[in-house]
Each structure stands twice: as C-alpha cells, then as structure tokens.
C-alpha cells in the first residue's frame, strides 16, 4: 500500500478531449514527513508514520517536540500509519504527490459532515408511516411498530431508531485521480470526497 | 490566491468568444459527435442567463423551434464550442430573462440595443 495525507479545499469540474464534464474534488496533498518507520522486528509489523501540516512549537508538548526532531523536522500537526508501504522510506525524507498518476485507483478516507441528531427518515432511510390527508397528521416521518408485543415484551438489540448522525469515518473506493499540480502539491480526485472544506483525509492506493 | 481559482487558470484555455450578457441573439456552433464522425451544430437563440464563474460557468441559449420553445445549457470552456457569434444585442433590464419561458409570440421579442456611433470614429 501507499498513501499521503491530505487537505479537502474544494470542488470544481474538468473537461476531457470529447467534452465530458466530471466533477472532481481539489485536494492538497502532503508533502508528508516519515517521522517513524515501524518493522517486524521491532513492532510487531510494518508500517510508515507519515505526519503533515505544520505546528508552532509553543502550541507542542516537549514529547512531540523531540518525537519530530528525530525525524529533523519541526512539530506536525497530523500524524498517521500506512501498513506495509510499498515504497522504502527512511525516517526524515519526504512523501509527494509524486507517488500517484493521473489516471490511478485511489481510495480516500475521510470524516463525514456531522449532521447532528437526525429521524430515521434521514437516518435510516425510513420511508414514514402516515400519509398526508385521510384524517392524518404527524405520522409522516414516524418510525412505526418497534417490534412484538407480550412475546419479548422488549425492544430488540440494535433497533433502527433517530439519533447522532454523521462524523463517522467514511472510505470511498474505486475514485479516479484526475489531475495532478505537483508543484502547488494539489490533487484532483474524480467525484465527491467526505468531509468539509478543510477537513483532513488519506488517500491510499 | 486561493486553490480553486488557481485550478481554474490551470484548465481553462484562452476563449475568444464576443462579450455577450443576458438578452443578447448568439449563435453558438457546437460539435457533434456521431460514431466516429464530427459535425458542427449551430444553435442561434436569445441568452437568457449566464451562470457560474471560471471554469465550471455556463449561459443558457432559448429559441423557438416550431413553435416549441427549445433551452440547451452551454458550458464557456467546453471544448466542443467551436465559437460564439454575437448576432443582436437585447435592450433588457434584468439579468435572468426566464419571463421568456411564459411569453410566446410578439411579446416574446427582445428589443435592440442601439449603439451610439461617434462621428470621430467614422
């Protein structure tokens, strides 16, 4: 596997040759700092800590301060582990966007907008009980029944009801990489990608 | 300036189209493909919004075909526009015409915009 970590900063759309408009999502793409390479033999398996955005010293504890001076590079803001990357990096170099292609498979993780307490219309995809006229009100995004009567005589485990919606860590398989402007570090990824404008995600391979 | 913007002027290749707005009479030439043959459709009509900005913005062209009022939707940066001419510009005072949709007839005319010509430019 291989893998950055990213910036979402927009969307905008892309024309090919034949006039075919795709829309397609502006990510900054690293460049990304190796701060730890894990090994089989010291942690059990293999990994890359791949760390970006930068950090003020003054906001960093004094442990993450001298975490990232092994890596001789200043404090960061995020930090994450890529298993088994298929690239052999050592501790203090650097991860482009060099590492895709246009026209690659990517998969992109992320964290969904938060949508805060929701129905299950919304949730759930319920379709509601009630219809509109015929002496009915109310009913029109209810959940209905939650299940038996006197047998039972309790509500299941795991009963589809309204709730906190949203913020959930989402992976997108199967996007197109569109463009790339390595010098500006910017990634065009074919399609809709989690998360807000600003929000973090990891696209891998 | 700011990641979008910069995208925009990435892509988006030098357009010599006339500056037309809203109101204005255009025929937009249009490529077609069938199979693997190309052709040029000419569409003429009177623009009746223009939409969206850099890269992605589009206008919309409305005529009356057969007495059917027709609406196609052109992207600027499209590249099967082989170009745009600007036939008549419409004294209009509103930047969406979609009162157009509901007229029909006489009163579906767009008057002309009459230009002032200097005499020093003579």
Do not use: W
């Amino acid at each position: 596997m291989k893998g950055i970590i990213g910036k979402k900063l927009g969307m905008t759309s892309i024309f090919d040759p034949t006039g075919k408009q795709t829309a397609c999502t502006i990510i900054e793409a690293g460049p990304c700092v190796v701060t730890q390479v894990k090994t089989k033999d010291s942690d059990g398996y293999n990994a890359l800590s791949l760390s970006f955005g930068d950090k003020k010293e003054k906001h960093s504890a004094n442990s993450e301060i001298n975490h990232f001076a092994k890596a001789q590079t200043s404090p960061k803001k995020f930090t994450k582990e890529f298993r088994d990357y298929s690239i052999d990096k050592n501790i203090g170099e650097t991860i482009t966007v060099d590492i895709f292609a246009e026209g690659d498979k990517v998969e992109v993780v992320g964290t969904t907008k938060g949508k805060g307490f929701q129905g299950v219309v919304k949730r759930h995809g319920f379709h509601g009980v009630g219809q509109q006229s015929h002496g009915q009100h109310d009913r029109q995004r209810a959940p209905g029944s939650l299940g038996n009567s006197s047998d039972a005589a309790r509500v299941m485990k795991g009963m589809k009801m309204g709730g906190r919606m949203g913020s959930d860590r989402v992976k997108l398989k199967g996007l197109k990489v569109v463009k790339i402007f390595a010098d500006k570090n910017y990634i065009l990824i074919s399609g809709s990608v989690p998360g807000h404008i600003g929000s973090i995600v990891l696209i891998q391979k | 300036m700011n990641a979008i913007e910069f995208v925009h002027e990435q892509l988006s290749g030098k357009k010599d189209f006339p500056k037309f707005k809203a109101g204005d009479n255009v025929t937009v030439n249009y490529k077609i493909i069938e199979g693997n043959k190309e052709r040029i459709q000419s569409f003429k009509g009177d623009v009746i919004k223009k939409q969206g900005t850099g890269h992605t913005a589009s206008f919309t062209v409305r005529k009356i075909s057969d007495s059917i009022g027709v609406e196609r939707v052109f992207p600027f940066y499209s590249p099967n526009i082989q170009s745009v001419v600007l036939n008549k510009a419409g004294n209009i005072r509103r930047a969406k015409l979609f009162y157009q949709r509901k007229r029909s007839g006489k009163s579906a005319r767009i008057r002309e915009k009459r230009m002032v010509v200097s005499a020093v430019a003579q």
